[in-house]
């Protein structure tokens, strides 16, 4: 069993839909990121957060230590949107990823 | 304030030929990672660095793979001889220090092992 699980893995999307990709995790953390991915590679960092939620534009991140699960919600989807969005967990010094989930949405 | 900056972007070799990718860190960043992002997967890390120093190689496959940050700044890459199951993208990323800030990334090479 891997130590960062996210679901779904694929998720497809209309425009204007509200989206929610989840993330479990089984090991102990001081932080976890999230993260977008687009086609060709290149990772940008979304959040990072060690309780509560955090809130940038449309894109909603809230996290429950006790357990041990993270949620990220995107209102109002756009095709622009669609990328790769991967989950990550901070244990002592390094980063452990989930697979990622990739997202859709079509116009 | 520049990215991490990542070269080559794209890379086609042939098994068991080398190929040596290169990665500059934001300035000032103590901390350097080389990942490996197989398609369909999560980047793994491959070599963590402080400084010159590495802090964690203990994924790094060390029979094909070598990496360096001889000055403290940029990086760099080597696996020889590459396999095919090396197709991967790269990536690198840097960070004030290693536990409490954020990572940024570079682009990433994409490497084609055929």
Aim: contains cysteine; proline residues 5%; aromatic residues 10%.
């Amino acid at each position: 069993k891997n130590e960062v699980e996210q679901s779904p893995q694929n998720l497809t999307a209309q425009e204007g839909e509200f989206i929610t990709i989840n993330c479990s995790y089984s090991v102990g953390i001081s932080a976890l990121h999230w993260l977008q991915q687009h086609p060709g590679g290149g990772i940008v960092s979304l959040f990072m957060l060690s309780s509560g939620k955090k809130k940038h534009g449309r894109l909603i991140a809230t996290i429950n230590i006790q357990e041990k699960h993270s949620s990220l919600h995107i209102t109002a989807s756009h095709p622009r949107d669609s990328a790769v969005y991967i989950c990550a967990v901070r244990g002592t010094d390094k980063l452990i990823f989930g697979t990622g989930t990739r997202l859709q949405v079509f116009p | 304030e520049a990215g991490v900056a990542q070269s080559p972007r794209y890379k086609i070799i042939e098994k068991r030929q080398s190929v040596a990718f290169w990665c500059n860190p934001i300035s000032g960043h103590a901390t350097l990672y080389w990942y490996q992002q197989i398609l369909g997967q999560g980047p793994k890390l491959l070599i963590q660095f402080q400084n010159n120093g590495v802090v964690d190689d203990s994924q790094l496959p060390k029979d094909r793979f070598s990496a360096e940050r001889l000055k403290g700044v940029d990086s760099t890459l080597k696996i020889q001889p590459a396999k095919l199951e090396d197709s991967a993208v790269y990536l690198c990323a840097s960070s004030w220090t290693s536990r409490f800030y954020e990572q940024y990334f570079g682009p990433g090479t994409r490497l084609t092992v055929t």
